[in-house]
């Protein structure tokens, strides 16, 4: 099965870390988590290229509407090889994404493909590549499979199969 992107961004920069980037702020009695300055730039910038890029589209709606599901791949190219959670960053981008109305809501994200490679030659070069497509349901097919049956003695497993092979010829 190959990749066709329906939406490809660019992001110059380094994507933060959102797990580890919050602080606490007072407010009066209480105490809350606030997201750094870094990650909100981050978000806001990717925010901005996507909105620029709908634009360019001549789209005005989300382009992934609410019972849309999207596949979507990260690909990190970096500079050096300092450990970082991949996982991590991919909340700091679906939420800017979020921002940017691509999606109605990140929980749309039904698959995610993260990489990073070696291929930036300096740490200020960094950038990500960032792949969305929707993609069918492959719940809601097999539910609707199995609903279309009576008692049968087909298998679970053979729905699934059914499924898949109807995915095979979608994409």
Known sequence: MTFNPGFKISVPGRPPAKSN?????????????????????????????????????????????????VEMVVIWHRADRRRKDLDNISKSIKDGITMGGVWADDTQVSTLVLRSTYD???????????????????LGMIKSLSRSKKKSNISCISDVDVALSALDQVS
């Open 21 to 69: 980037s919050y602080r606490i702020v007072r407010v009066g009695s209480f105490s809350k988590l606030v997201a750094t300055a870094e990650v909100k730039h981050y978000e806001a910038t990717l925010a901005e290229i996507c909105r620029k890029q709908l634009e360019k589209m001549e789209v005005d709606t989300p382009l992934y509407p609410k019972l849309t599901s």
């Open 120 to 138: 930036a030659l300096e740490v200020g070069e960094e950038w990500v590549d960032i792949y969305l497509r929707s993609i069918p349901n492959p």
